[in-house]
């Protein structure tokens, strides 16, 4: 016999003898092997046990904010059970909501932007759609009540960058929420949080059109300004621009609980569907948004807002000359035509709107940490 087979055969009769051959040989049958806990082998055995304790008994929810001390297991359980039935109902008054999408990076932008709502007397309307379990958690502990999600959360643990992949399947998901909300019989605003009230919108919605947006046209000259729509202008779709159709924002609009609207809501999700993101055409929700009202036009009953009153970033931002011309007319200032979450607050500084500097107290989320 080799030596290399009679060592196997040691081997084996080893392992018979002693199941256990890394622990400590006992003469009682009944002794246990103890293993320290101030041992490198205790401490990962403590490890592992939280982790199975915590798979078990905390199921993983994004960020659940009772691993932080934000709330606990029950109201944690609470909020993830919470329908977008239920959170219309809450917040709804006169049967309009008021909506917004948020992801955890953005909770600056939107403590910024109600502030201005609270200022119009018009906060309590508003439901925050969480896009993120650290989100829901954090909005409802603060304002119980104020925020949903709407299962299944997207990747939102980042500000995705427009145009970016991530950034798509953040606001593709706009319209099917819109949709919802119309289905369960409500007026609808839907705002971008980074967007400032100056004044009253509402007053703006006049008649009982199906649904209400804003151009998105930049002016950075005298040219491109007079084009720009001001309060007695037509507010039929504006004529296609070189791309075949229009530059509608999808970040302002008002819909009213028509079939009307709600064909709107339908159409720009199979137009979503048509032009999903890719590495070539890095899509966004917008183009599908003008494709839906475009092919929809004369089925459907339109209402282009006045633009000195809601005006892109492309034009409040870059003309000084014409802001100070319409003042007292800008009703909500969009932060767009710039990319880059340091650079829209910047902007908002130096204008003057970025409120939560020295007026949280005013927000209904308070100071946020």
Same mark, same amino acid.
């Given at each position: 016999m080799s030596s290399s087979s009679l060592h196997q055969r040691q081997q084996q009769q080893q392992l018979l003898s002693?199941?256990?051959?890394?622990?400590?040989? =006992?003469?009682?049958?009944?002794? *246990?092997?103890?293993?320290?806990?101030?041992?490198?082998? !205790? *401490?990962?055995?403590?490890?592992?046990?939280?982790?199975?304790?915590?798979?078990?008994?905390?199921?993983?929810?994004?960020?659940?904010?009772?691993l932080f001390g934000g709330g606990d297991a029950s109201s944690a359980a609470k909020w993830r059970d919470y329908t977008l039935a239920e959170a219309a109902a809450f917040a709804a008054k006169n049967g309009t909501v008021i909506v917004c999408a948020v992801s955890e990076p953005y909770l600056p932008f939107l403590s910024n932007w109600l502030i201005s709502i609270a200022r119009q007397k018009h906060q309590d309307k508003v439901l925050v759609i969480a896009e993120d379990y650290a989100t829901l958690y954090k909005v409802n502990q603060k304002w119980p009540g104020h925020a949903v999600l709407v299962a299944p959360a997207p990747d939102a643990q980042t500000?995705?960058?427009?145009? =970016?992949?991530?950034?798509?399947?953040?606001? =593709?998901?706009?319209?099917?929420?819109?949709?919802?909300?119309? $289905?369960?019989? &409500?007026?609808?605003?839907?705002?971008?949080?980074?967007?400032?009230?100056?004044? #009253? @919108?509402?007053? &703006?919605?006049?008649?009982h059109h %199906?649904? &209400?947006?804003?151009? %998105?046209?930049?002016a950075d000259n005298s040219t491109d300004l007079d084009n720009v729509k001001l309060l007695n202008h037509s507010h039929d779709l504006p004529a296609p621009g070189k791309k075949g159709r229009t530059y509608i924002c999808s970040c302002m609009i008002f819909l009213r609980p028509t079939s009307g609207a709600k064909q709107i809501m339908k159409k720009w999700i199979d137009e979503l569907h048509d032009q999903p993101w890719s590495k070539k055409s890095k899509s966004n929700d917008q183009p599908a948004f003008n494709w839906a009202l475009n092919k929809t036009a004369g089925q459907v009953d339109l209402y282009l807002l006045p633009q000195v009153a809601f005006p892109s970033g492309g034009l409040y931002f870059k003309n000084q000359a014409w802001v100070e011309e319409t003042k007292g007319l800008h009703v909500i200032i969009h932060n767009n035509y710039i990319t880059g979450f340091e650079k829209k607050i910047?902007?908002? *500084? $130096?204008? !003057?709107?970025?409120?939560? %500097?020295?007026?949280? #107290?005013? =927000? @209904?989320?308070?100071?946020?940490?």
């Open positions: 002693n199941p256990s051959p890394f622990s400590p040989r =006992s003469n009682s049958p009944f002794q *246990r092997p103890f293993i320290s806990l101030f041992t490198p082998t !205790g *401490r990962l055995l403590v490890l592992l046990s939280l982790i199975v304790i915590l798979g078990v008994f905390v199921p993983w929810t994004g960020t659940p904010d009772i500000a995705h960058k427009f145009g =970016s992949q991530g950034f798509f399947n953040f606001t =593709s998901r706009r319209p099917r929420h819109l949709l919802h909300i119309l $289905e369960l019989g &409500y007026n609808v605003m839907y705002n971008d949080v980074d967007m400032v009230w100056l004044a #009253d @919108p509402f007053t &703006y919605l006049q008649g %199906d649904i &209400y947006f804003t151009d %998105d046209m930049a910047k902007r908002f *500084r $130096e204008f !003057g709107l970025w409120l939560v %500097d020295d007026h949280s #107290d005013e =927000s @209904p989320l308070g100071r946020l940490q």
